[in-house]
């Protein structure tokens, strides 16, 4: 048994784990209604901007539908599995390793998302804003920006403490984990522990930690409006339905436009 600590999930011991973790995912739901959005806002959309690609499952579809996709993570560990996938899958991405906060793109992209909640991971004021405003200046005039996060009525109430059992193929992962509320910073602080049986017969367990910020959908509203986005709405859980309420849908997408 072999036990470590990570950082955070993306460092190399649970990276190659991230995708059992996430099988779960309709990410061909996600990339179709993201692909209807940039066709409603900015129509003839070539250029697109993935920000925290991950193991690349929306880059990959994005870039088998024909746009020029270039894909930015701030692990290393999470772009080379995204680049495997993209060479099985035969298409070509720009994958850079880069933090969209020292992103220095100018008017590039007509289209920019940032999804499966990498924008939870901006946890103050200052992160919040630095990542609206490189996104805004990477966009072309009318391009569309898009940004998904867990609805925070559901982040304050779920994962005090909870247990999760995954299998794929011949691996098993457990995981635990609770969570504290940091509440002057409206920051969720998780802690997990894992215990992993692999194909290899080996069980480890890995320990690590995340800061989430908890966001309400009016609340990113005001931030897009605030670093200059237009046409500012909100979708709930990948659909065109209209919710009845906030606390309706776990999932919350805001869009912008820059004019
Ligand atoms: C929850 S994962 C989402 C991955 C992928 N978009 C998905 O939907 O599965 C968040 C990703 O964002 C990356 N990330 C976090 N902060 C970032 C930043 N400031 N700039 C670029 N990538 C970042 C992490 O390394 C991680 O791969």
């Known amino acids: 048994m072999t036990t470590s600590f990570a950082k955070n999930m993306y460092q190399a011991d649970l990276v190659k784990y991230y995708d059992v973790m996430h099988q779960h995912r309709n990410y061909c739901q996600e990339c179709n209604f993201v692909n209807q959005l940039i066709h409603r806002y900015c129509p003839g959309t070539t250029q697109v901007l993935d920000i925290g690609c991950g193991t690349g499952e929306h880059a990959v579809r994005m870039a088998q539908r024909g746009y020029t996709v270039t894909a930015i993570d701030t692990s290393q560990d999470m772009i080379a599995l995204a680049q495997e996938k993209a060479q099985k899958a035969g298409v070509t991405i720009d994958f850079q390793c880069t933090d969209i906060q020292s992103l ?42 898009l940004v998904d996060f867990i609805n925070g009525w559901s982040l304050i109430d779920q994962y005090p403490r909870d247990k999760f059992v995954y299998h794929r193929g011949n691996t098993t992962i457990f995981c635990f984990h609770q969570a504290s509320l940091k509440k002057p910073e409206r920051v969720k602080h998780i802690e997990f ?34 670093c200059g986005f237009e046409q500012v709405t909100s979708f709930r859980d990948y659909s065109f339905e209209t919710p009845q309420s906030g606390h309706d849908g776990s999932i919350i997408l805001v869009v912008g436009q820059k004019y």
Request: glycine share 6%.
């Open 104 to 145: 220095s793109l100018t008017e590039g992209f007509q289209a920019i998302y940032a999804l499966g909640y990498t924008f939870l991971y901006m946890t103050t004021y200052a992160d919040i804003m630095s990542f609206l405003t490189a996104s805004y200046q990477a966009l072309q005039h009318q391009g569309v920006f």
């Open 193 to 226: 522990y894992y215990v992993i049986s692999d194909h290899d017969g080996q069980v480890k367990t890995i320990f690590t930690e995340e800061d989430l910020r908890i966001f309400f959908d009016d609340e990113v509203q005001l931030f897009f409006t605030h």
